[in-house]
C-alpha cells in the first residue's frame, strides 16, 4: 500500500492513530484522541480535534476544521465525538463540530459524500452517505439528512429539522420545517416546488417506482388531504404498487416521526 507521508510542519498529538497511507499537509494540527483511516489525505492548515474518527480514503482540503467544540451554550466540556465515513470528499474552510450531551454525544457523517467551501455541520447532526452540500449552506444543530439529499448554495436548515432521502433543496432557501423523502423545495419562505423525478431517473428508479413517488407527491401536496388522510392514502400504495413498497414504507415513517411538521 501506499507510504504515509506527513509534512514536517505538521503537529501530531502523540496519542493520535494514523493508519497506512495517511497523508498530512503542511502546518496541519491533529489532536489527541483522533483516528485517521488508510489512504486518507489531509490538506494544508487544517485542525482535525478529538475525540474524532476519521475513516478511508477521505480527502479534506485546506483550513477545514473537524471536530471542534459544538457551538451550544449548553455545552459544558462534556465527552461528544465527530465519526466521518469514508470516501468523503471535504472542501475549504469546512467546519464539523463535535456531539453534545444533550444529543447522543456523536456528530455522525457517512460514506462519498461532497461537502464544498464553507458548509458548517453543527453538533448532533446525523448525515447520511451519497450527499451533496453546496457553498456556504450550513445545518444548525441535530438536523438529520437522509441519503442521496442535494442541498443547494447558501441555505440553512434550522435545528432539529429532518430531511429525507433524495430530497432536493434549492440554493438561498430557509428550512424550518421537515422535508418528506424525495421532495424538491426552494425559497424563504420554504415551498414544495415537486418532486425529485431527475435524480431518481439518475439512480435507476424504474417507470413503477417514480410513479409512486409522484402519486405521493400528488396525495401530500395537491389533492387538499389533511395530513393525517394523506399519509393513510400513502400507506394503501404499497398494496396498489408492490414494487414501490420500499419507497412507501420511507415515506410512511418519516411522516410518522416527522416533528416540526413538513413543509407544505
Avoid at 116 to 135: E, F, K, L, P
Avoid at 138 to 143: K, T
Avoid at 189 to 210: K, M, T, W
Amino acid at each position: 500500500g501506499r507510504q504515509m507521508t506527513i509534512h514536517h510542519t505538521a503537529v501530531i498529538d502523540p496519542s493520535a492513530i494514523l493508519h497506512a497511507g495517511v497523508h498530512i499537509g503542511p502546518y496541519t494540527i491533529v489532536g489527541a484522541d483522533v483516528e485517521i483511516g488508510e489512504n486518507t489525505e489531509i490538506g494544508p492548515h487544517c485542525v482535525i480535534t478529538g475525540p474524532c474518527r476519521i475513516g478511508r480514503n477521505n480527502r479534506i482540503y485546506s483550513h477545514a476544521a473537524l471536530g471542534g467544540d459544538p457551538q451550544d451554550k449548553k455545552f459544558k466540556g462534556e465527552r461528544g465525538e465527530l465519526i466521518i465515513g469514508d470516501g468523503n470528499t471535504i472542501r475549504e474552510f469546512t467546519t464539523f463540530s463535535r456531539g453534545t450531551a444533550d444529543g447522543g454525544g456523536i456528530t455522525r457523517i457517512g460514506d462519498d459524500n461532497w461537502f464544498m467551501a464553507y458548509v458548517h455541520i453543527a453538533h448532533d447532526c446525523q448525515v447520511g452517505s451519497r450527499i451533496i452540500i453546496a457553498n456556504f449552506s450550513g445545518l444548525a444543530g441535530h438536523v438529520h439528512l437522509g441519503d442521496w439529499v442535494i442541498v443547494g448554495g447558501l441555505s440553512g436548515v434550522h435545528q432539529f429539522c429532518k430531511v429525507g432521502a433524495h430530497a432536493m433543496i434549492g440554493s438561498s432557501s430557509a428550512v424550518s420545517q421537515d422535508v418528506p423523502p424525495f421532495m424538491m423545495v426552494d425559497g424563504n419562505p420554504l415551498a414544495v416546488r415537486g418532486f425529485n423525478i431527475e435524480g431518481l431517473r439518475r439512480r435507476g428508479f424504474d417507470a413503477e417506482r417514480i410513479a409512486a413517488v409522484k402519486q405521493m407527491h400528488r396525495l401530500l401536496y395537491r389533492q387538499k388531504l389533511s395530513l393525517e388522510e394523506a399519509r393513510e392514502a400513502i400507506a394503501s400504495l404499497a398494496d396498489t404498487m408492490p414494487a414501490a413498497a420500499a419507497e412507501v414504507a420511507l415515506m410512511g415513517d418519516f411522516l410518522a416521526k416527522a416533528s416540526r411538521g413538513i413543509a407544505r
